[in-house]
């Protein structure tokens, strides 16, 4: 069975870090995994995602410099380091795997999604 778990959100005041992790398990190959965040009110949004290797990252243009993906395929997980945190990151942030063919950040086309993780970023 396909779980995904998500850690280490939390409260920052804005110029902050955090690092998200993502443990994944029940899968038997590598797969693209991804990022998303939604806030209240507001659709979900694909921030980041990286390809069965790591050799392919992408990211949405609000983060790009300050949020970086990565993967551990060893611990069968992905990260998410985000510095320089701003306000309008607060969100929800939930991780995403398995993903079907076309664009990253459409987020139905991901099968297995994560309960999610709050961050919450203050001015």
């Known amino acids: 069975q396909v779980q995904l778990v998500e850690s280490g959100g939390g409260s920052v005041q804005a110029g902050g870090s955090l690092r998200l992790s993502c443990a994944a398990s029940?899968?038997?190959?590598?797969?693209?995994m991804g990022w998303f965040r939604q806030a209240p009110g507001k659709e979900r949004e694909g921030v980041a995602a990286?390809?069965?290797?790591?050799?392919?990252?992408n990211y949405v243009d609000s983060v790009k410099g300050r949020f970086t993906i990565s993967r551990d395929n060893a611990k069968n997980t992905v990260y998410l380091q985000m510095n320089s945190l701003k306000p309008e990151d607060t969100a929800m942030y939930y991780c995403?795997?398995?993903?079907?063919?076309?664009?990253?950040?459409?987020?139905?086309?991901?099968?297995?999604w994560g309960q999610g993780t709050q961050v919450t970023v203050s001015s």
């Open positions: 995403a795997a398995n993903k079907r063919p076309g664009t990253w950040s459409e987020a139905r086309l991901y099968n297995n």
């Open positions: 029940g899968y038997t190959y590598s797969v693209t």
């Open positions: 990286i390809s069965p290797n790591g050799g392919s990252t």
